[in-house]
């Protein structure tokens, strides 16, 4: 340009800039032409109709915009005829020195997926990274609703700003490339009128990566851009703190872990990073954290209670390690949170999930504290929590949780349109199949009902539950005989599978055995709690009134909780040292 090489950013940010102008001033329009350039349409008369070259200054002309307009010099005026000019004065001077501050922008946004730019699909995963990490921080910005990466990233980079828009009820949308050249690290961001498509504002970041290290990556780039946006929405920023790293290999491992527990459900490939990354750099927070709540999800495959609660025991090491060395950390918070809830210490993770969301109103602590909420009984909160993750997550939601929930709720028909949706009723795989035969019990289906969803899990691959499904289904037209070989089956060491925990107390419920029912509870539930989850559904309502379930209450460490945060829903307490449960 005039024998000086100009990169694309210096170009984008005035046009970006200079839309900007003219949207708000409704006197001038940037069409951009593809391959060519930008084009100046003006809406307004500019000197003698027809004159293509006529430089009369808008402030001669009564409009909308006259009040900006006056202060915009007429140098700037003709400049916009010449593109070279414009970029002198728009990348040079700025846009802002002509205008002073402007108005803040309506405070929600959503953020795409990055687009990765490297020519190396093997990198996409960073490109993913950075913008979870970016959605991480704005949510920390006082006053701006950011919309949950459940549902941003359920949209592909390249979507139309405004459907994304319109379907997450934003103002605006942020859209990005990141390209890693080795040494170096470029992320450009480009800030949308999610109602009309217009480009609001464009940045370009760029890390030194030669030597493999960056001081602070995460907080460098996402630090940046959230800033900015803080700028640009008139709030402000909280200071970011620590718990990222100055290594950018423990950052990439880190990257990897999450995109393989989040993107693709990889949990061991994702141990696998985490523990990479925590041995690279001992003082990465996010990284210790992300290996808790990862080694402790694999309790609820755990072949016994025993093994379950002691991949938890070490997932609370490694959960109060990264809550130790970044305690103001979202992510720390939260999961140190759900990791103390596997320890039975209710009061200490609510108090966590409290910090958690003081930071940000993040999906992840939400839906946390959900998880105790309903794990403890106190449902008529939890339904709230579910109202706020749906804001945060307009598409996703509670996502198949619902299902489970809900009947717990009395929520029947909102259980079922979570199972219609997610295809549990056609599925033939294991999880929907168990799913759909506590719904069966719950709502107190039909026979052939609950027939239909015994002889799917019959057909499973999986011994132990197709087995267990081929014996009841034999004998299930006579309770007594059914009973007892539901017995037979939970002590029959053939058949341990972590799907006995769950199937057992349904169909004990289903046929009247609330000993039974107590009995699976206190093998498994004080050793490992996950599956308290559904102890508040109504097939156990005649379980919870047995005196068993108040010693196991107790055992559980519930009603310590329930007296210092809010009695169960389907529990009170009698005197000063009792309760009593429906």
Partial sequence: WGGRAIGEDAIQRPVAQLRRLGEETAAFSIETIPRVGYRLRARHPIGRTGSANATQDYATEPSAGAGVAARLSKRMTMGLAALGLFVFVAAGWGISGFLGRQPALEPSIAVLPFENISGDSSKDYLARGIAMEIIDTLARLNGIEVISRNSSFSFKADADPVEVGMKLKVAHVLTGTVRDQGDKLTVTTQLINARTGASIRSEEYEADTAARRIDGVQSYMAGKIAGAMSIAFGVEARPLSGGGTDSLEAYDLYLRGFDAWWTGGNTPASIDYYTKATA????????????????????????????????????????????????????????????????????????????????????????????????????????????????????????????????????????????????????????????????????????????????????????????LASRMLAVMDDPDKARAVLRDAYSDPRLAHPSRWEMTPYLAAWLGDDELVLQVWRDELPTNMLRTFYMWDPAFTQARKRPGFKTLARELGMVEYWRAKGWADKCRPVGDDDFECV
């Fill in 280 to 467: 690279i750099d001992p003082e990465y927070g996010e990284a210790w954290a992300g290996l808790a709540i990862a080694i402790a999800s694999t309790g609820f495959a755990a072949p016994t209670p025993a093994d379950a609660r002691a991949r938890q025991n070490t997932a609370y090491e490694y959960a109060e390690r990264g809550v130790d060395v970044a305690p103001d950390l979202n992510i720390t918070q939260t999961n140190y949170g759900a990791v103390s809830t596997t320890q039975l210490k209710w009061v200490q993770g609510d108090e966590a999930f409290q910090k958690a969301l003081a930071i940000s109103r993040s999906e992840l602590a939400l839906v946390n504290w959900f998880f105790l909420l309903q794990r403890t009984g106190r449902l008529a909160e939890a339904a709230r929590v579910i109202k706020e993750i749906e804001e945060v997550d307009p598409i996703r939601g509670i996502g198949t949780l619902g299902a489970r929930a809900y009947p717990s709720q009395g929520r029947f028909e909102e259980a079922k349109e979570h199972l219609t949706r997610a295809g549990y009723f056609t599925s033939s795989e294991l999880g929907p199949l168990m799913n759909v035969l506590a719904y069966q019990i719950n709502v107190k289906g039909s026979h052939n009902d609950i027939r239909a969803a015994l002889e799917g899990i019959s057909r499973r691959t999986e011994q132990a539950p197709a087995e």
